[in-house]
């Protein structure tokens, strides 16, 4: 039986009591509106902890646009029933007075990796982040966190608040999980109507035929086929395309220059912003 929580001490009194029998804890930060991509998260952090915590909470500070938040689906029964079937111990489902009961004045700088892509196009988004994270890693204190890789700038920017602040757990990637027709899962999914949600599978389709001329053609013609390919798609409206060096995020002019490529892209279908990536080595 899933044990959910909603005030911090409680879930601490909870843990507390299984860290003093020498068990592990796994973490799973979510904002809610679960989806297999979530389950494939939690099925893993059971496998590698005692205990598994999955978290829902919408992050307020993290939005730099108050009308996504407003929109941002929320289905709390359906979590919680989700996040039982798949063996997770507890949920914590705190209010926005029980995780910010002051205001919120933190500021952190996460250097070049939070200036390009998601940083530059939504302004202190990373920052919300970060905020919330490290909060959930102070409440929780887990031996392992969990993150999927579509948000995968994200992952970059937590991995870096650990390394910076010394924080004791692991930052465990997993892989991005996909609908059939290749299609990110994302909880902003369910906002896509019928027609957009036949033509969005397009957007990880373009990733994989650009990806799949990497012996022929540079940085700079991948990201321009891939732009020519997203224009022509009308329902389309491309916030950014990005070749970028996975250990620090910057553009790749030059093969040679690095050891993983990956390639990026956002982009606005109706009234829904995607993101998506693909490795390319």
């Not at 902003?188 to 053609?217: G, H, S």
Request: contains cysteine; glycine residues 4%.
């Amino acid at each position: 039986m899933i044990q959910v929580f909603n005030y911090i001490a409680d879930l601490q009194t909870y843990l507390k009591a299984k860290r003093d029998s020498g068990l592990s804890v796994g973490l799973v930060p979510t904002m809610g509106a679960l989806h297999e991509g979530h389950l494939s998260l939690i099925r893993r952090a059971k496998k590698e902890n005692d205990i598994v915590v999955a978290s829902v909470f919408v992050n307020p500070v993290q939005f730099n646009n108050r009308a996504d938040l407003e929109k941002y689906p929320r289905t709390p029964e359906k979590d919680v029933k989700l996040l039982e079937s798949v063996g997770c111990d507890a949920v914590f489902m705190p209010s926005v007075q029980e995780m910010y009961p002051t205001e919120v004045t933190d500021r952190y700088d996460f250097g070049i990796i939070e200036r390009v892509m998601e940083g530059a196009c939504r302004p202190g988004h990373f920052n919300g982040v970060a905020i919330v994270v490290r909060k959930l890693f102070e409440i929780v204190e887990p031996d392992r966190a969990y993150f999927g890789e579509k948000d995968f700038q994200q992952q970059a920017i937590i991995r870096k608040l650990v390394h910076d602040y010394n924080l004791k757990l692991e930052i465990v990637p997993c892989d991005i999980v996909r609908e059939k027709d290749g299609l990110a899962m994302s909880s902003r999914n369910m906002r896509l109507n019928d027609e957009e949600r036949a033509i969005a599978p397009m957007i990880y389709k373009v990733l994989q035929e650009v990806v799949a001329n990497v012996e022929t053609m540079s940085p700079a013609e991948m990201k321009a086929l891939a732009l020519k390919k997203y224009s022509d798609i009308k329902q389309f409206d491309v916030e950014y395309v990005e070749i970028a060096d996975e250990a620090n995020l910057q553009s790749v002019t030059d093969w040679k220059d690095c050891e993983h490529a990956r390639i990026f892209v956002a982009l606005q279908l109706g009234p829904v912003r995607l993101i998506d990536n693909l490795r390319i080595f």
